[in-house]
T-cell receptor, first 112, second 111 residues
Framework: GAGVSQSPSNKVTEKGKDVELRCDPI?????LYWYRQSLGQGLEFLIYFQGNSAPDKSGLPSDRFSAERTGGSVSTLTIQRTQQEDSAVYLC??????????FGPGTRLLVL | GEDVEQSLFLSVREGDSSVINCTYTDSSSTYLYWYKQEPGAGLQLLTYIFSNMDMKQDQRLTVLLNKKDKHLSLRIADTQTGDSAIYFCAESQKGFQKLVFGTGTRLLVSP
């Protein structure tokens, strides 16, 4: 596609519920990243996928967070048993594996 | 460790030049970036510089890199009201492509 797309654009959920956030990277991009932007923590790296290699999960804040990337393209970030501190904007980016990451518009998550 | 710092706020008048500064601590960074974020929007890549360069110019944007002092700056010439946004610097490391972002500088351009 023309750019990185994310869905939903906004999500409101109740504490304790699970949520799934989706990212469609730019066609042909082999690398995919998830970041989180929150008031208290700024922009934080969460997880990185590169081709068929094992993902780098070093930024995931807890075991309630997981992500997968199917067929080397679309990725889903899952947050289980959401907490209020999970409220943030979740940003996805993709790159050809080189130096430039292109970001999607983000999903704004609000946990009540 | 990794730490990227920016001043929080900058206010300029339309037509003036804006200079946004950034300091980083990881000397192994290979690329340094400037991203722009407008309200309610994602991050837009403005420009980037490879660590073996000391300057890069792209239309109204000039990036200066002082690797010795680990200091990066973004100069916007003839700043316009449409340039009002938050500007983030970021660094990446060779072989490990995650970006480490600064705190962001909010630029306000007044008419």
């Amino acid at each position: 596609g023309a750019g990185v797309s994310q869905s939903p654009s906004n999500k409101v959920t109740e504490k304790g519920k699970d949520v799934e956030l989706r990212c469609d990277p730019i066609s042909g991009h082999t690398a995919l990243y998830w970041y989180r932007q929150s008031l208290g923590q700024g922009l934080e790296f969460l997880i990185y996928f590169q081709g068929n290699s094992a993902p780098d999960k070093s930024g995931l804040p807890s075991d309630r967070f997981s992500a997968e990337r199917t067929g080397g393209s679309v990725s889903t970030l899952t947050i289980q048993r959401t907490q209020q501190e999970d409220s943030a904007v979740y940003l996805c980016a993709s790159s050809k594996g080189g130096e430039t990451q292109y970001f999607g518009p983000g999903t704004r998550l609000l946990v009540l | 460790g990794e730490d990227v710092e920016q001043s929080l706020f900058l206010s300029v008048r339309e037509g003036d030049s804006s200079v946004i500064n950034c300091t980083y601590t990881d000397s192994s960074s290979t690329y340094l970036y400037w991203y722009k974020q407008e309200p309610g929007a994602g991050l837009q890549l403005l420009t980037y510089i490879f660590s073996n360069m000391d300057m890069k110019q792209d239309q109204r944007l000039t990036v200066l890199l002082n690797k010795k002092d680990k200091h990066l700056s973004l100069r916007i010439a003839d700043t316009q009201t449409g340039d009002s946004a938050i500007y983030f610097c970021a660094e990446s490391q060779k072989g490990f492509q995650k970006l480490v972002f600064g705190t962001g500088t909010r630029l306000l351009v007044s008419p």
